[in-house]
């Protein structure tokens, strides 16, 4: 079952700008990961972020955790249109399988 | 990271043929292979786990005669779609579980485009 909801489904936005992907989920969590899709291709890991942890950076990512909100976001600084793609939280619950949310799909004109 | 190699990338059938699907390990083993479906601009869902040495776990609503899956090996998994119909189109995509390869995230195969005419 789907329990992720990204918010928005669609982003669209000018190279330089920053993009944020929000993401809410419905049960208790070990972490939080965020994947990137290329049209027609497998999903790629980006960042993972622990349910005892608030904030993690990696390169132009950033991501935060609100365990009480049940929610989290992913910023993308300084876009560029090679992060054009869609962007999938998935909630791992401890059992192995991952719940992935909706999706945004991410749009970056040059 | 692990890798997984999927094929073929994509596929067109006829109605009532099958097709199968191949997704393996390449530098690791894996007891464990996901199986994902994804419809057009929408997100995974989740159609079986195969287990190696073992029968596949289904989730609810898909059909076990339809979607054969078989992990004959630790680095072999394979779905066969069977008697596709132009309903069965769709985008799939195996993974290997968090924990793979000693690291947290899920690795996935590059999917693989099927399209029943």
């Known amino acids: 079952s789907q329990q992720g909801e990204e918010d928005p489904q669609a982003l669209s936005i000018q190279e330089g700008e920053n993009a944020t992907m929000n993401c809410s989920y419905k049960t208790s969590i070990n972490n939080l990961q965020w994947y990137r899709q290329n049209s027609g291709r497998g999903l790629v890991h980006l960042i993972l972020?622990?349910?005892?942890?608030r904030e993690k950076h990696s390169g132009r990512l950033r991501v935060t955790l609100d365990t009480s909100k049940k929610s989290s976001s992913l910023l993308i600084t300084a876009s560029r249109a090679a992060d054009t793609a869609s962007y999938f939280c998935?909630?791992?619950?401890?059992?192995?399988?991952?719940?992935f949310g909706k999706g945004t799909m991410l749009l970056v004109s040059p | 990271g692990a890798v997984v190699s999927q094929h073929p990338s994509w596929v067109i059938c006829k109605s009532g043929t099958s097709v199968k699907i191949e997704c393996r390990s390449l530098?690791?083993?894996?007891?464990?292979m996901f199986w994902y479906r994804q419809f057009p601009k929408q997100s995974l869902m989740l159609m079986a786990t195969?287990?190696?040495?073992?029968?596949?776990?289904?989730e609810q609503g898909v059909e076990k005669d339809k979607f054969l899956i078989n992990h004959a090996s630790l680095t072999l998994s394979t779905l066969t779609v069977t008697s596709a119909h132009p309903e069965d189109s769709s985008f799939y995509i195996c993974?290997?579980?968090?924990?793979?390869?000693?690291?947290?995230?899920?690795?996935f195969g590059q999917g693989t485009r099927l399209t029943v005419v």
């Open positions: 998935a909630t791992d619950t401890g059992y192995s399988t991952l719940t």
């Open positions: 972020i622990r349910s005892n942890e």
């Open positions: 195969s287990n190696e040495g073992s029968k596949a776990t289904y």
């Open positions: 530098d690791f083993q894996a007891t464990t």
């Open positions: 993974s290997a579980p968090p924990g793979t390869g000693g690291g947290t995230e899920a690795f």
